[in-house]
Nanobody
């Protein structure tokens, strides 16, 4: 089974940028859809952005559209989330997840497996 590992989280000030990466061990992402989710303290997990590996179709949540960009690197077999103009409300644990197939669901329950998460903290 694919094992996902996120990296790139940290503490930044509002307005700054971070780049998260998600790599896999065990196989390539070919045939999968990759998603980024986040969970803030005391809040439900929410979809942030996703990309279908084969077609490259992307979708971003309205709260991050225009600020966050999801991309894939076929050579490195990684999925990245470039986060610009960060706000305090972007604070949370960010998870990378995968789902087999060409669809791009925005429901976390559709995705298996998940990474361990990486903390993003934005101070105002």
């Amino acid at each position: 089974q694919v094992q996902l590992v996120e990296s790139g989280g940290g503490l930044v000030q509002a307005g700054e940028s971070l780049r998260l990466s998600c790599g896999a061990s065990g196989r390539t992402f070919s045939g999968y859809t990759m998603g980024w989710f986040r969970q803030a303290p005391g809040k439900e997990r929410e979809f942030v952005a996703g990309v279908t590996w084969n077609s490259g179709r992307t979708y971003s949540a309205g709260s991050v559209k225009g600020r966050f960009t999801i991309s894939k690197d076929i050579d490195k077999n990684t999925v990245c989330l470039q986060m610009n103009s960060l706000k305090s409300e972007d604070t949370g644990v960010y998870y990378c997840a995968a789902v087999a197939g060409p669809l791009l669901p925005r429901v976390g329950d559709k995705y298996v497996p998940w990474g361990q998460g990486t903390q993003v903290t934005v101070s105002s």
